[in-house]
C-alpha cells in the first residue's frame, strides 16, 4: 500500500528531537481556547495517540507546562482538566494576528531608523525586536515607516532612509534573517504541498488524522511565521516563499476544517463532562 503524505508529515516530526510540550501549546492556542480553554486530559491524551506518543510522554509534558505557569489544572473527581494560564493565553493571543491574518504594513517608500547609543542597546533590544525593527548594523534598528516606537527606545535618534528599490531591499536583507526565513518555507512547502494535492485529489483523512494534521500544520506554520517580520512584497525579495507558504496554509487549513472540528465535537470535553462548544468564528481564520 503506498504510503500517503500524512505519513511523511508523521515523519518529519518524529525525526526532530521531541517537542511535545510546544504542540500541546498549539493544541490549545488553535483550538482549545476557542472552545472555552478548559479540556480533560483524555482528550489530549487520544489526540497524541494519533501521533503515536505515549500517554506518559503527554503527561510529563503538562506537568512541566503546569510548572512553567503555562497551564493550570483543576481535578474534577478523579478526571484533571488543564487550560492555558495567562502566561499562555497572552503569548498565543499576540501570536493569532501573525498566523491567520499575517497581513504586511503598507509600504510609504521609506524605513524609519533608529541610533541608539551604547548603554542603552541590550534595554531597548528585546523591546525593539518584539515590535518588528531589524537591525543591519550593531546599535541601528529600522522597520518601515509608520510604526509604533516602545517606550524602551525613546530616547533614540529618528531618521527616515529611503534609496532605490534595490538599496532597500538590501537593507531589509541585512536587518533581518530573510534568507534563513525563506529556507524555512520551503521546507514548511515541501512538507505540505503533497498533502494539499491529495486532499484536491479526494483522499481522504480520518477525523483524527485531520485534527493531527491541521494541529502540526499551524504548528509547523507558527515556527516559522513568528519570526518573519512581516515586511511588505516591495523590500523583499523577489518570488518571497512567505507568500505561497500563507496560501499553502490557509487552504490545508480549509479543507482539514470539518474532519478537525467534528473530532473535537466527539472527544473534546470540559468540567461539566459535556462536549466543548465550537466556536463559528473559526470558520474565519485566514479570510480577512
Known amino acids: 500500500m503506498p504510503r500517503r503524505a500524512f505519513d511523511f508529515i508523521l515523519d518529519h516530526v518524529r525525526a526532530e528531537p521531541s517537542r511535545t510540550w510546544s504542540i500541546i501549546v498549539t ?12 479540556v480533560w486530559l483524555g482528550t489530549l491524551l487520544a489526540f497524541f495517540k494519533g501521533l503515536d506518543i505515549a500517554d506518559g510522554v503527554v503527561r510529563t509534558a503538562m506537568s512541566r507546562l503546569a510548572a512553567d505557569g503555562w497551564l493550570t489544572r483543576t481535578k474534577v473527581g478523579r478526571n484533571s482538566f488543564y487550560r492555558l494560564a495567562d502566561k499562555g493565553r497572552e503569548t498565543f493571543a499576540r501570536a493569532t494576528e501573525h498566523i491567520y491574518r499575517h497581513r504586511p504594513p503598507e509600504w510609504r517608500g ?15 533590544r528585546t523591546a525593539l525586536e518584539a515590535a518588528g525593527f531589524g537591525m543591519p548594523l550593531p546599535g541601528v534598528f529600522v522597520a518601515p515607516a509608520g510604526g509604533e ?7 533614540a535618534l529618528r531618521l527616515s532612509v529611503s534609496g532605490a528599490s534595490e538599496d532597500q531591499r538590501a537593507l531589509a536583507a541585512r536587518a533581518w534573517p530573510l534568507a534563513e526565513t525563506a529556507e524555512d518555507y520551503g521546507r514548511f512547502i515541501a512538507t ?20 493531527v494534521a491541521r494541529v502540526l500544520l499551524i504548528h509547523e506554520y507558527r515556527r516559522i511565521v513568528l519570526r518573519d517580520p512581516v515586511l511588505p512584497p516591495e ?11 500563507h496560501a499553502l496554509c490557509a487552504e490545508v487549513y480549509a479543507r482539514l476544517m470539518v474532519g478537525s472540528e467534528r473530532w473535537l465535537d466527539e472527544n473534546a470535553v470540559g468540567e461539566d463532562g459535556a462536549p466543548l462548544s465550537a466556536d463559528p468564528k473559526i470558520a474565519r481564520r485566514f479570510k480577512g
Do not use: K
Open 149 to 155: 516606537v516602545p517606550d524602551e527606545a525613546a530616547a
Open 235 to 245: 523590500i523583499l525579495p523577489e518570488d518571497w516563499p512567505g507568500i505561497h507558504a
Open 27 to 38: 493544541i490549545y492556542g488553535d483550538a482549545i481556547v476557542p472552545r472555552g480553554g478548559s
Open 192 to 211: 505540505f504541498e503533497p498533502l494539499r494535492a491529495e486532499l484536491c485529489d479526494g483522499i481522504t483523512l480520518s477525523d483524527l488524522e485531520a485534527m
Open 110 to 124: 521609506y524605513f524609519d531608523m533608529l541610533l541608539i547609543e551604547p548603554a542603552a542597546r541590550e534595554g531597548a
